[in-house]
């Protein structure tokens, strides 16, 4: 049988991101497809740039495992 679409493209993508908490989403949406950087973030949201860093960490691994889900 042939594999379905990938869910990582651009609207099941959007989707997937909209799985996350509001404030994991705005973060990904900024760094990943907005090109902020972690520090610009952060004062955006009012987070440190390491608080950043490590939520989006925890947003990649949350999609990760999203993504493993839907593949199956």
């Known amino acids: ?6 869910p990582t493209e651009a609207a099941d993508m959007a989707k997937m991101i909209g799985m ?4 994991s989403a705005k ?3 900024m760094i990943g497809m ?3 950087s972690a520090l610009e973030t952060g004062q955006a949201l009012q987070m ?5 860093r490590v ?3 925890r947003a990649f691994k949350t ?3 999203l993504r493993e889900r839907h593949v199956r």
């Open 1 to 6: 049988a042939e594999a379905g679409p990938d």
């Open 20 to 23: 996350l908490d509001g404030r």
């Open 27 to 29: 973060i990904v949406q």
């Open 34 to 36: 907005e090109g902020a």
């Open 48 to 52: 440190t740039e390491g608080a950043v």
């Open 55 to 57: 939520a989006l960490h």
């Open 63 to 65: 999609l990760a495992a």
